[in-house]
């Protein structure tokens, strides 16, 4: 395979390691002006000055011209709902008119509304849904994403929903990381006796999934209306015996504990936090859990804000998602979130970056090979059309990306 080298880059900015780092090192991009990348087998084999390494690898090489624009690691997501079919702009009319999340939900809308839809709609139906979504994650500068079964609540709908995303990784340029959230709601044929559901989940559903490798991670929705903490320990558990990682909705709403319980299991990772408690920080910071903070879905739900900065403070390494779904936060923009962080969460713009990168990948356990730009590294690279690294959050609500590259190949940003 010919090395590809893009040079002509204004500036390359980055983080660095294989594991999340706290908010110290967030805010430590390094820095390198008229930088090029040369790119063997899909992974970053040399960084270093443009002129230098045209000199050394332009005769037998591919060659991009970066045409000055600023290059960061491409941006992982960890934490969207994938794959799904419909849309709930009618819930999205309802909040205006004052309804909250938790009314819609317990009236029937909600997620049920759409696991109504997902039951119904063909395995090639959500395929093609989740490629269009997938390509406007792509457009946004993102080049590794979690995706999440729990639109199904029954066997057969959540292995369809995982075996979509199997296809997905095979036909989508992109990498998706699986994981099983069948503990995501209360399906309605259970609403009358929910352990019947539970014993569902840890009796046939569970063992399925990891019979047939569909999910790295499972996750769980621990929340008042949804998932106690001893129901959420008890699947979990489950799910850690039979070999899966972890991954919690926490705290999200009220302060149930759901990050001290991630803590306890040894989940990867704590995502949501809007309502987290001190003990549940202290607990995240002891035990090295990466805070998954999801500011779209605060944004749009008018729910208040993750604690960030005393997440921070306290050691807490953060990540960053859009929550991508089609209930409370119907957007693929990473860029936004960037620019939510540091108005509401106190982010600066590198720490913003290193949250969407570094510490994101660390999240879904592929910080060994993707998140920043180094040696040995996926190249999965992306090039803004801006001035510097500190412009992308600051110039809100249009697409800055010039070019988008994926294991060492450009994609097209208009499939």
């Known amino acids: 395979m010919k090395t590809l080298l893009i040079h002509n880059i204004a500036i390359l900015a980055t983080n ?90 317990q009236a029937g809308g909600g997620i049920l509304n759409t696991v109504e839809k997902v039951r119904k709609a063909s395995e090639e139906e959500l395929l093609q849904t989740a490629k269009k979504h997938a390509w406007n994650l792509a457009k946004c500068g993102v080049t590794t994403v979690e995706a999440k079964s729990g639109y199904g609540l029954d066997l057969e709908t959540e292995l ?56 790295e991670f499972c996750d769980i929705f621990c929340e008042e209306h949804v998932f106690s903490v001893q129901e959420s320990r008890r699947i979990l558990r489950r799910a850690k015996e039979l070999g899966f ?35 549940g920080i202290q607990a995240l910071a002891k035990n090295n859990v990466v805070g998954v903070l999801l500011p779209g879905t605060s944004f749009s739900l008018k729910l208040p804000y993750a604690p960030a900065k005393k997440l921070m403070e306290a050691g807490v390494p953060l990540a960053l998602s859009t929550d ?14 960037l620019t939510l962080a540091c108005l509401y969460l106190e982010m600066t713009p590198y720490q913003a970056i290193t949250a969407a990168t570094l510490n994101a990948a660390a999240a879904i356990n592929r910080a060994h090979v993707c998140g920043t730009l180094e040696v040995g590294k996926w190249a999965d690279i992306a090039l803004w059309d801006i001035p510097h690294p500190r412009y992308l959050p600051y110039h809100y609500g249009v697409n800055l990306l010039k070019f988008l590259i994926k294991k060492g190949e450009v994609l097209p940003l208009s499939p």
């Open 160 to 215: 369809k929903q995982l075996r979509v995303l199997r296809r997905l990784q095979k036909e989508h340029p992109l990498d998706f990381v699986p994981t099983f959230l069948g503990a995501h709601e209360i399906p309605p044929e259970y609403r009358n006796n929910r352990n019947a559901y539970i014993r569902l989940l840890l009796e046939e559903v569970l063992p399925r999934v990891r019979q047939e490798n569909l999910a």
């Open 16 to 105: 660095q390691g294989k594991s999340a780092v706290d908010a110290k090192k967030m805010a430590q991009l390094s820095l390198l002006e008229d930088a090029a990348v040369a790119i063997s087998e899909g992974k970053i084999r040399e960084i270093g000055p443009s002129k230098e390494l045209r000199k050394k690898y332009e005769k037998n090489s591919q060659l991009l011209d970066a045409q000055q624009t600023v290059a960061l690691p491409g941006f992982v997501e960890p934490h969207t709902h994938l794959p799904f079919v419909g849309s709930r702009e009618q819930e999205f009319e309802m909040r205006v008119l004052g309804k909250s999340y938790v009314e819609i939900s």
């Open 245 to 279: 990682g972890l991954k919690i909705h926490a705290d999200e709403i009220r302060p149930l504990g759901g990050a001290e319980l991630a803590a306890e299991l040894g989940a990867i990772s704590a995502d949501h936090l809007g309502a987290i408690s001190l003990q």
């Open 324 to 337: 991508l779904n089609p209930g409370s936060s119907m957007t693929e923009s990473m860029p936004l979130m």
